[in-house]
């Protein structure tokens, strides 16, 4: 257990609403990563954070925003959901230093009708 | 454009029997490897990592790196029923960036 919550776990929501994900972390890892999974494309990232209000673009990041504000929470924000963003979302850790490996929660799945 | 190339499978193999996993990577300055294993429905949960060429054992999972050829592989001996899901090589860098593969699926036949 990487000590990595998402909330929800999962979502019907309709087109054009906005929809915000939650990952929540207890390891005080300083990097977060929110992926998407979607088959024949394997994990995307959409976005990243290396520390609080420290963020950046992933390959996949056209549709959403995200906000770090404190270490443990990392927010991903789909302000306009569309049916392409039918999905399930990884949020992920690592930390610096030797050995930095990345961990995933357990996922949210997210259907926008 | 980071590249984790990965053979989709299916991959089947019977129990008992190893199953070989392989993935090559692109970018040269990677600094880390990784194999994760995925359930259907689940999240991809780490098995074996590595960081220098060689093998490296840990129960029935080998991990092999070679940097000069950009190729990692995973072996897995007196594959079980249980082993049967989709993995996935994942590269790493110094900037704690993540390059994933699409998967390999593998099936172990009782």
């Known amino acids: 257990d990487a000590g990595i919550t998402q909330s929800p776990r999962h979502k019907v929501t309709e087109t054009g609403t906005p929809v915000t994900l939650r990952c929540h972390q207890t390891?005080?890892?300083?990097?977060m990563y929110w992926y998407r999974q979607d088959p024949g494309h394997g994990l995307r990232l959409i976005h990243y954070?290396?520390?609080?209000?420290?963020?950046d673009k992933g390959e996949v990041s056209d549709g959403y925003s995200v906000s770090r504000s404190k270490t443990e929470d990392f927010l991903l924000t789909l302000e306009s959901a569309t049916s392409s963003q039918t999905s399930v979302y990884f949020c992920?850790?690592?930390?610096?230093?030797?050995?930095?490996?990345?961990?995933f929660g357990e996922g949210s799945w997210l259907t926008v009708v | 454009q980071k590249e984790v190339e990965q053979n989709s499978g299916p991959l089947s193999v019977p129990e008992g029997a190893i199953a070989s996993l392989n993935c090559t990577y692109s970018?040269?300055?990677?600094?880390?490897f990784f194999w994760y294993r995925q359930y259907s429905g689940k999240s991809p949960e780490l098995i074996m990592s590595?960081?220098?060429?060689g093998d490296k054992e840990d129960g029935r999972f080998t991990a092999q790196l070679n940097k000069a050829s950009q190729y990692v592989s995973l072996l897995i001996r007196d594959s079980q029923p249980s082993d049967s899901a989709t993995y996935l090589c994942?590269?790493?860098?110094?900037?704690?960036?993540?390059?994933f593969g699409t998967g390999t699926s593998l099936t172990v036949i009782p």
């Open positions: 970018d040269r300055v990677s600094q880390s």
């Open positions: 954070s290396y520390g609080v209000k420290d963020t």
């Open positions: 590595i960081y220098s060429n």
């Open positions: 992920a850790i690592s930390d610096t230093g030797s050995g930095n490996t990345i961990y």
């Open positions: 390891e005080n890892h300083r990097y």
């Open positions: 994942a590269v790493g860098n110094t900037g704690n960036q993540f390059y």
